[in-house]
């Protein structure tokens, strides 16, 4: 096999949600058919499906997953924040100041926000102003990854810009940078 064409190499993230300690993921191809067993990263959610049909789109990555919103940025941010931090020192989707924040890192103080295209809506740039001040107010530091042509967001927030639909090497920049800036 050459490296780019393993599942394990051409994507970590979804080679991590094997659920078949039997199968090797650096000895399957990215475009195999065959079927099998995966366990949602995010929400643990069991299912089959082939190798082809988890790496040739973005979009449907976990069946349960996909009926409650979450972006596949989203999820892969939170697995990549689990590897960086501890999956225990992580939340998805958790309530801080009476907000919703997609990933908060509570022991850094840290509130992740994946900014798509909905923030573009009328009145969602408020909403974003409005959580990302009172997480300051508490003492959380706010990072937005602003994915497209958003309009600025003017919280205090660190901002992070990458194209509407960012392939991996956008987000690891992104998790670079974010690492810079925590330490």
Same mark, same amino acid.
């Given at each position: 096999?050459?490296?780019?064409?393993?599942?394990?190499?051409?994507?970590? =993230?979804?080679?991590?949600?094997?659920?078949?300690?039997?199968?090797?993921?650096?000895?399957?191809?990215?475009?195999?058919?065959?079927?099998? +067993? %995966?366990?949602?990263?995010?929400?643990?959610?069991?299912?089959?499906?082939? @190798?082809?049909?988890?790496?040739?789109?973005?979009?449907?990555?976990?069946?349960?997953?996909? +009926?409650?919103?979450?972006?596949? @940025?989203?999820?892969?941010?939170?697995?990549?924040?689990?590897?960086?931090?501890?999956?225990? +020192?992580?939340?998805?989707?958790?309530? *801080?100041?009476?907000?919703?924040?997609? #990933?908060?890192?509570?022991?850094?103080?840290?509130?992740?926000?994946?900014?798509?295209? %909905?923030?573009?809506?009328?009145?969602?740039?408020? *909403?974003?102003?409005?959580?990302?001040?009172?997480?300051? +107010?508490?003492?959380?530091? @706010?990072?937005?990854?602003?994915?497209?042509?958003?309009?600025?967001?003017?919280?205090?927030? =660190?901002?992070?810009? @990458?194209?509407?639909?960012?392939?991996?090497?956008?987000? #690891?920049?992104?998790?670079? %940078?974010?690492?810079?800036?925590?330490?």
């Amino acid at each position: 096999l050459r490296d780019r064409e393993s599942l394990a190499q051409a994507h970590p =993230h979804i080679a991590a949600e094997l659920d078949d300690p039997a199968v090797d993921a650096s000895r399957l191809l990215v475009h195999s058919e065959e079927r099998l +067993r %995966w366990r949602c990263a995010t929400c643990s959610h069991q299912w089959t499906a082939s @190798v082809a049909s988890r790496t040739r789109t973005r979009t449907h990555y976990c069946p349960a997953c996909s +009926r409650t919103g979450t972006s596949y @940025v989203e999820t892969l941010l939170l697995v990549e924040s689990w590897r960086i931090w501890g999956r225990s +020192r992580v939340r998805h989707q958790s309530t *801080v100041e009476g907000f919703e924040v997609d #990933i908060a890192v509570p022991h850094l103080h840290l509130a992740i926000e994946v900014d798509g295209y %909905w923030h573009a809506k009328e009145g969602k740039v408020a *909403v974003d102003v409005r959580k990302g001040e009172a997480l300051k +107010r508490a003492g959380w530091t @706010v990072v937005r990854l602003r994915m497209g042509d958003l309009p600025r967001v003017d919280d205090g927030s =660190h901002a992070f810009a @990458v194209s509407r639909n960012p392939d991996d090497t956008e987000l #690891i920049g992104f998790l670079r %940078w974010l690492a810079d800036i925590t330490g």
